[in-house]
């Protein structure tokens, strides 16, 4: 996936779709760790 982006010549809509990508990932993961925490806790 990162050898795509730096052989190809740089599309910035491509590196949004990548960071909205990224962000949602990490937004999920947040939420699972939440949950679990809350879970474990109550």
């Known amino acids: 996936m990162f050898t795509l982006i730096t052989y190809t010549p ?17 937004l999920l993961f947040v939420l699972v760790i939440l949950y679990v925490y809350v879970l474990w806790y109550y």
């Not at 491509?14 to 909205?20: E, K, M, Q, R, S």
Request: charged share 5%; proline share 6%; no cysteine.
């Open 10 to 26: 740089v599309n910035p809509l491509a590196l949004l779709t990548l960071a909205i990508e990224f962000f949602l990932i990490h």
